[in-house]
């Protein structure tokens, strides 16, 4: 079984200050990992991918995740947030193999950049 | 399009009524799969297909939920004789194959609410 964690529903933080969005995950093997945000009424955008290679991944509209192995940690940054950003962020996860090829999806994390 | 495409965009329905939801994916995806997000909630799987064939039925919550895809493009979600449980919003995504490294492209839902 796999699931994720994003222990916080709501993230603020000033306009210009860095951010981050906390998730964590479990798999039973190596995971493929992937942030997606949402704004309101729209479906979900990819945002950035972890697939192998380099732990720092950089994504799109200057966010980029950090993967580490040891902590089973995937979160999210900016080094400066945009009130643009301000979105629900959902943490995913799959696995490399098997038949599943769903994502399983964290609960969401509000982020409001604060002008 | 050039996006993932659902519809209708909103759809209200009595109780015990059955609906239809369509999903137009990314042309050339062969990988298509069904989600619903409840309210203030995470998503949920519900089918995937890939080409026409459904190898991921796992997510259905009972047997008043059904789908098909013809032609590797359309599909069509169908919920039987609707409970007011059934209110989501359903998100289709299309990938270009089944492949776990690859990102999900995501419509922007239909709104279902049971009356």
């Known amino acids: 079984a796999q699931s994720v964690a994003q222990p916080e529903d709501q993230v603020n933080v000033a306009e210009g200050n860095p951010l981050t969005v906390k998730c964590t995950y479990s798999v039973s093997g190596n995971p493929y990992l992937f942030w997606y945000v949402q704004y309101p009424n729209r479906g979900l955008q990819f945002l950035l991918k972890?697939?192998?290679?380099?732990?720092l991944v950089k994504g799109s509209y200057g966010f980029e995740a950090e993967f580490n192995k040891s902590q089973t940690s995937f979160h999210l940054k900016k080094p400066s947030a945009l009130v643009s950003d301000s979105a629900l962020y959902f943490c995913?996860?799959?696995?490399?193999?098997?038949?599943?090829?769903?994502?399983?999806f964290g609960s969401g994390t509000q982020l409001t950049v604060l002008p | 399009g050039a996006g993932v495409s659902q519809s209708p965009s909103n759809k209200v329905t009595e109780k015990g009524k059955d609906v239809e939801l369509r999903c137009d994916p990314i042309?050339?995806?062969?990988?298509l799969y069904w989600y619903r997000q409840r309210l203030g909630q995470g998503l949920e799987f519900l089918i995937y297909f890939q080409g026409n064939s459904a190898p991921d039925k796992s997510g259905l919550p009972s047997d008043r939920f059904s789908a098909e895809r013809t032609g590797e493009s359309v599909s069509t979600l169908t919920i039987q004789r609707t409970q007011q449980e059934d209110s989501a919003v359903y998100l289709c995504?299309?990938?270009?194959?089944?492949?776990?490294?690859?990102?999900?492209?995501f419509g922007d839902g239909t709104r279902l609410s049971i009356l």
């Open positions: 972890y697939i192998t290679g380099d732990n």
């Open positions: 042309s050339g995806h062969t990988a």
């Open positions: 995913a996860v799959r696995l490399h193999s098997g038949s599943a090829r769903q994502l399983t």
């Open positions: 995504a299309s990938s270009q194959d089944g492949h776990s490294n690859q990102p999900q492209h």
